[in-house]
């Protein structure tokens, strides 16, 4: 199935403050296919201006990168030195209340939904809320919709229970962009030994995240503890479940996370995993600065004893078999 | 380039109330490609539900219909037995004030789009108004960037300066999908020899209507007299500009003309080509009824004297080379 020779790089959730500078570390940094956040709390219509931004973003630098559509679009950037934009939302908003919108976006080029970002939406439960309901009348049908038409859902913001039934009700194998195991490191995003079962165990995939606060000492994390972890998981789950997906936010000002986290809903302050002391982005660790970054990760996965089909597998063929079974119409 | 063994009947504008009855009247019909208008003063949020409910007939009768997005979709028609239906736009209403929603429009199969509808538009002017001042500066650029996507320019319902600056400025060629010269019948919509020779002239298309208001004799007009017109068209500016648009508006109750002729402006009616005796939609000449009618038209080609390959041209042949050439990317 997966070409053994192809190698790619695939990081399957950022959301830098994007510019021709960030393009160009993608390609000096060997990134072929980048999972882009293309919207959070945006209404469809402005979910669309952000795709429009994106759009000029093609036309201005086509050296650079591309849109993706499918696995072959990794191929495809292979081939020609560039990197392939993969869209996706962190919360469901963009389809507002309207599972005919999901059709739409994927036609716009949308290829993971989360079903919910830390609160509760329509949809699901997000991890942030102290009741869990699990999956919601409109969130069953916009599974079924998104299993149809090849929208990934994405867990990585829900809460557990809602996380499960997603798992259970979807018929093709969803995923866990960004975040780590609980056990490693017991953050509320993070997530349980339950959850990773399930989702291993139904085909699905983990990208592992390397925002500091989803890391077991944070900022200072050491790259060899990082990617010990990696080791347990693969021993635990099996190594083609394996991805990773950096949450890297380069060049963002505080201001973004703030909005993140508090979106138009919060009136009061929400810190999300931040706190009053320390509420902006907290500093990447020094392995892991940016998209220049990527053979770090190879080198230290190689240093705790990965052989390097494992190696390539985890940097982006697992990705890449994903994708390629993911993002076309259910086959019946 | 055409492939004269393929004979495709392509009508190149309909706005019926669409129903599996009428797509399998279609098939029964013989039609391989219907341009569909998908929106007249919708709003760009308003039009994607329309495409949303196009989205759910394709879903439902994959075996009669599917999207179309290039000429090869007109070859896989003939293939599989089906009708590729593409989406157009009468009025720039759907793209708002926003030169970004063009590409977006294409993404989602928009393939045509009339620059005004009647009145005015941010673009151009309508054929109702009595002062043309030509292109606007938002309708400049819009034509740079449909000519940049493989969006086509359709003039039918736009005044004779914008129409004439249009071609103009254009650098891809341009069409008037649903219209007659006016030389042969002086309706405000039919369009004067001014206006066909520049239009074929920079390598456009023009489709015939079969609307009742657009024919000498409105729905009493004869098949052969329809066929002589287009004889005499063909004469003065080249077969290979002409192809069928019929405007057939299947089964559409007269509110519906209502609403296409005052959309949410008009406070005092406004009749456009009927009046207050005769408001409706007007009785079909009884040879072109509908989807099934087709072959009316191409005997009655063939009894003006048409050869063989240019009745198969004007039925559906000159579309596809238009359509080739037409939705891609601008090539430099």
Chains 1, 2 share one sequence.
Not at 64 to 75: A, E, K, N, P, Q
Not at 276 to 299: C, R, T, V
Request: charge should be negative.
């Amino acid at each position: 199935m997966t070409d053994t020779t192809l190698k790619p790089i695939v990081d399957c959730l950022q959301y830098a403050k994007w510019s021709k500078k960030i393009f160009e570390e993608m390609r000096e940094g060997g990134v072929h296919a980048v999972h882009v956040t293309i919207a959070y709390h945006e209404t469809f219509r402005e979910m669309v201006l952000n795709i429009e931004a994106f759009n000029r973003w093609f036309e201005h630098y086509p050296d650079l990168i591309f849109m993706g559509r499918s696995g072959d679009d990794i191929r495809k950037a292979v081939r020609e030195n560039r990197t392939a934009i993969f869209f996706g939302f962190q919360n469901p908003s963009a389809i507002e209340d309207d599972t005919g919108l999901i059709e739409i976006c994927h036609t716009l080029g949308a290829r993971f939904m989360q079903l919910s970002y830390n609160n509760q939406s329509l949809l699901a439960t997000g991890c942030y809320e102290t009741e869990d309901p699990g999956i919601t009348r409109f969130g069953k049908q916009a599974i079924a919709e998104m299993n149809r038409v090849g929208m990934v859902i994405d867990m990585s913001h829900s809460a557990e229970r809602s996380t499960l039934e997603a798992i259970e009700l979807s018929s093709r194998p969803i995923t866990i962009t960004h975040a780590n195991p609980h056990w490693w490191h017991p953050a509320l995003r993070n997530k349980s030994d339950t959850v990773l079962k399930a989702l291993t165990e139904a085909g699905g995939m983990l990208g592992f995240s390397i925002y500091p606060h989803h890391l077991k000492g944070g900022t200072d994390c050491t790259l060899q503890d990082f990617c010990q972890m990696i080791a347990e998981t693969a021993e635990r789950y099996g190594v083609k479940h394996l991805g990773i997906g950096t949450d890297l936010c380069q060049d963002q000002p505080d201001s973004i996370v703030t909005w993140m986290r508090n979106g138009r809903w919060a009136k009061e302050m929400d810190f999300g995993e931040g706190s009053a002391d320390n509420p902006g982005f907290p500093p990447q660790p020094s392995w892991f600065e940016g998209n220049l970054h990527f053979k770090n990760i190879a080198g230290g996965l190689s240093e705790v004893g990965f052989a390097e089909n494992e190696v390539d597998a985890i940097m982006g063929g697992n990705w890449l078999r994903f994708y390629d079974a993911s993002f076309g119409p259910q086959v019946a």
